[in-house]
Every structure is written in structure tokens, then in C-alpha cells.
Nanobody, 124 residues
Framework: QVQLVESGGGLVQPGESLRLSCAAS????????MGWYRRAPGKERRLVAT??????TYADSIKGRFTISRDAAKNTVYLQMNSLKPEDTATYYC???????????????????WGKGTLVTVSS
């Protein structure tokens, strides 16, 4: 129904920047919200940032360093990550809450979809 594909992860040194992208595709009627979560090694997945048509939210640990943005026309969300720290090392997952069309054109509301994740490693 809805697929999310992340890109942009990689290995960087502390203080450097990366930009993650996540493109949504499928029988999308509308996207209610998109966001980024991350799972550090040995830890649970946690919220990084979310964006709707009218607002953004950020985890305290990344405020002032990360910026979430969205291109509604492309169904794509971005995460600009600056001043990266070793503790930002994690697999980053894209999430979207969408309304979509299923079989026979039936409309489904508020479905939650996840990408497969992209690894970000911050190390000197």
C-alpha cells in the first residue's frame, strides 16, 4: 500500500553533517505526518523529529542541531543533521502516517508505515 525508502546514511566524523531523505510511494491519498526515529546499538527505537503540515517536534537531544523538513509535492521528508556526535550513531527509520487507497478503491485512514532504516555512524 505505502512504501517508505530512506537514503543518505553513512560514516562521518564528529562535527560533520549528513542529510537523510525518505520518499513515500504507493496509493497515497494524503500524508498526515512524517517523522524520523532512531535505534542506537543496544537501545530502543526513539523519536527524533516529526513534521505535519503545521508543526514540527524534536527530541531534546538533537534540538538546535537537526532540522526536519518536507517536500509535500514529492511526498518526501528530510532530516538535516549538523554537528553530529558519536552518540548520534544509530539506524534511522522513517515513519509516515497516511491515508491511502486499498483494494477496490477503499480508503484507509491513519495507517502507520515504516522504512527499513539507514545507518548513520559518527566516529573519528
Amino acid at each position: 500500500q505505502v512504501q517508505l525508502v530512506e537514503s543518505g546514511g553513512g560514516l562521518v566524523q564528529p562535527g560533520e553533517s549528513l542529510r537523510l531523505s525518505c520518499a513515500a510511494s504507493g496509493s497515497i491519498a494524503s500524508i498526515n505526518a512524517m517523522g524520523w526515529y532512531r535505534r542506537a546499538p543496544g537501545k530502543e527505537r526513539r523519536l527524533v523529529a516529526t513534521i505535519t503540515s503545521g508543526s514540527t517536534t524534536y527530541a531534546d537531544s538533537i534540538k538546535g542541531r537537526f532540522t526536519i523538513s518536507r517536500d509535500a509535492a514529492k511526498n518526501t521528508v528530510y532530516l538535516q543533521m549538523n554537528s553530529l556526535k558519536p552518540e548520534d550513531t544509530a539506524t534511522y527509520y522513517c515513519n509516515a502516517n497516511v491515508d491511502y487507497y486499498g483494494t477496490y478503491g477503499r480508503k484507509y485512514y491513519g495507517a502507520n508505515s515504516w522504512g527499513k532504516g539507514t545507518l548513520v555512524t559518527v566516529s573519528s
